[in-house]
């Protein structure tokens, strides 16, 4: 029996690009293949155009951000491997089908080239881990040289599309507490790093991503730093936290409020929860994930 998909995409006043990216993955994925759409809080007319005979749709009444959106959608499907996209993207043809072969075959995440749109934008090649000082500082650079294999091992996600097994979802699920814009990439990347889940990526297939210069909905560095502290919080151990990124990285750039919420019930849930499955400890992060010396604040 064939391996079922869910190609879940997120969207906010997409205007005409949410159409035309449906219109991409309907002839890039089989009938029996799900399409889960998220309108997270749009106010435009971009979901009056589409085609609701062969989709679901998940409506949100205002706006939440891709990492809740993403998180909700992968609950509500059945299928036994997701597709994540978001609402401007077109993809080539196989090119889900392919990333879904491999993520099933190695238990892994799979990403493939992406490209600007248009003729003249050079693949990029899959994405590697930054730690910044400067800014939030999760972030990744894309690879932008030709792999030598087909198939490469990277250790982060910057965009969509990627393709994630039923399997291996749990272990690297978006928070349900993230909000807005920032750090969703960042999530599942730390995550895959200390649960030991593979991101590879496939060289030949290609998503088109319409890169925007400027945000069409708004986003404040308040909420980023929010999202990244958040990531923190539920990714490391307590004294990492209490000893290191609280004092060192984050405490100045939060308000008393949410400092607060860092220590609620349900960010503590959260993070109990990963650290029941997380299976690299906290020094690690910095010797093989950003290759950067152990600050000394942090427990070996």
């Known amino acids: 029996m064939p391996v079922s998909i869910a190609v879940i995409v997120t969207a906010f006043n997409e205007g005409l690009e949410l159409a035309c990216t449906l219109k991409s993955v309907q002839e890039s994925v089989s009938d029996g293949d799900e399409m889960i759409i998220v309108n997270d809080g749009s106010a435009d007319d971009s979901f009056d155009s589409i085609d609701r005979s062969n989709c679901r749709v998940i409506r949100h009444s205002e706006r939440l951000g891709v990492a809740v959106s993403r998180d909700e959608a992968a609950n509500a499907s059945q299928a036994n491997t997701l597709c994540f996209l978001d609402g401007h993207q077109r993809i080539s043809i196989d090119c889900i089908d392919q990333c879904k072969r491999l993520a099933i075959s190695r238990n892994a995440i799979v ?14 090649y899959g994405a590697y881990f ?8 999760f972030s990744a650079e894309w690879y932008r040289q030709p792999p030598i294999n087909t198939v490469t091992a990277v250790n982060s996600l910057r965009a969509p599309a990627y393709v994630i097994p039923r399997t291996v979802y749990p272990k690297v699920r978006w ?3 993230l909000r807005g814009w920032g750090g969703s990439e960042a999530c599942v990347s730390i995550k895959a790093f200390f649960t030991r889940t593979p991101i590879l ?11 925007k210069k400027t945000f069409h909905y708004e986003v404040t560095l308040d909420e ?4 990244h502290a958040l990531i923190a919080r539920i990714c490391f151990s307590e004294a990492t936290w209490y000893d290191y990124w609280l004092p060192d990285v984050f405490r100045e750039h939060l ?8 220590d609620s019930d349900a960010v503590k849930a959260e ?3 990963f ?6 400890p906290d020094h690690e992060f910095w010797t093989r994930l950003a290759f950067q010396k152990v600050p000394p604040a942090v427990k070996r």
């Open 255 to 262: 308000s008393e409020e949410t400092q607060l919420e860092m």
């Open 201 to 211: 990526h496939l060289c030949g297939p290609i998503a088109y991503h319409k890169f």
């Open 271 to 273: 993070h109990l929860e």
């Open 275 to 280: 650290q029941q499955i997380k299976v690299r």
């Open 130 to 137: 930054r730690l910044r000082t400067d800014s939030p500082p």
């Open 175 to 177: 928070s349900r507490l």
């Open 224 to 227: 980023i730093w929010r999202n």
């Open 111 to 124: 990403c493939p080239d992406i490209s600007d749109f248009g003729d003249a934008q050079d693949p990029l």
